[in-house]
């Protein structure tokens, strides 16, 4: 099993963002996924997640912002980022685990490599 994220890059602040993660080896279409982020000398922290019924939870700080996705026939979830900000700095990462949802990053069995987000000033 398999993930892999991408679509992180160098963006100004109140730019947008279009993260994706594609699943290979199993489908993912009854698991929750998640996009987590760590931030330069920071611990892991929840971002987002979507049930495999498509309910949805956010971090306060990135509500109304934010916007998580899933396709369960390509096996992908996205995260489109607008109105980013220097905060949103961090190494993105996603993850997948059977069941509902958790926003602990210790719930997840299935993680992605990371991609860096760079949001300036």
């Known amino acids: 099993v398999q993930l892999q994220a991408s679509g992180g890059g160098l963006v100004q602040a109140g730019g947008s963002l279009r993260l994706s993660c594609v699943a290979s080896?199993?489908?993912?279409?009854?698991?929750?996924w998640g996009w987590f982020r760590q931030p330069p000398g920071k611990e892991r922290e929840f971002v987002a997640l979507i049930n495999w019924s498509g309910g949805t939870d956010y971090a306060d700080s990135v509500k109304g912002r934010f916007t998580i996705a899933r396709d369960n026939a390509k096996n992908t979830v996205s995260l489109q980022m607008n109105s980013l900000k220097p905060e949103d700095t961090a190494i993105y990462y996603c993850?997948?685990?059977?069941?509902?949802?958790?926003?602990?990053?210790?719930?997840?069995?299935?993680w992605g490599q990371g991609t860096q987000v760079t949001v300036s000033s």
């Open positions: 993850a997948a685990r059977s069941g509902y949802g958790q926003r602990g990053p210790s719930e997840y069995n299935y």
């Open positions: 080896g199993r489908t993912f279409s009854s698991y929750a």
